[in-house]
Nanobody, 116 residues
Framework: QVQLVESGGGLVQAGGSLRLSCAAS????????MGWFRQAPGKEREFVAG????????WYADSVKGRFTISRDNAKNTVYLQMNSLKPEDTAVYYC?????????WGQGTQVTVSS
């Protein structure tokens, strides 16, 4: 079983950067592929980025490719999302989860707001 707590969101101007963190509890964290997801107001929750358990592979939604970087530190039970060149359309609540996602593991998310 894994419990996830996201942090690092905030208000930033377009073109700025933020680094999100997802702290996981549970002994089996390092065995899971992990992902970041986001939900903008009035929209469905969508996939943003994924990473394998060993960090060997990463993959991204086309909308963030080249701007966002997912990483993890299994020793710290933490997954990160470095977000650069932020755009107003990146405004959303960001969540981490296993990949594929599981309804058992949604946390409270962290709000990211990008002003134009």
């Amino acid at each position: 079983q894994v419990q996830l707590v996201e942090s690092g969101g905030g208000l930033v101007q377009a073109g700025g950067s933020l680094r999100l963190s997802c702290a996981a509890s549970g002994r089996s964290f390092s065995s899971y592929a992990m992902g970041w997801f986001r939900q903008a107001p009035g929209k469905e929750r969508e996939f943003v980025a994924g990473i394998t358990s060993s960090s060997r592979s990463t993959w991204y939604a086309d909308s963030v490719k080249g701007r966002f970087t997912i990483s993890r530190d299994n020793a710290k039970n933490t997954v990160y999302l470095q977000m650069n060149s932020l755009k107003p359309e990146d405004t959303a609540v960001y969540y981490c989860n296993t990949y594929p996602k599981s309804d058992d593991y949604w946390g409270q998310g962290t709000q990211v707001t990008v002003s134009s």
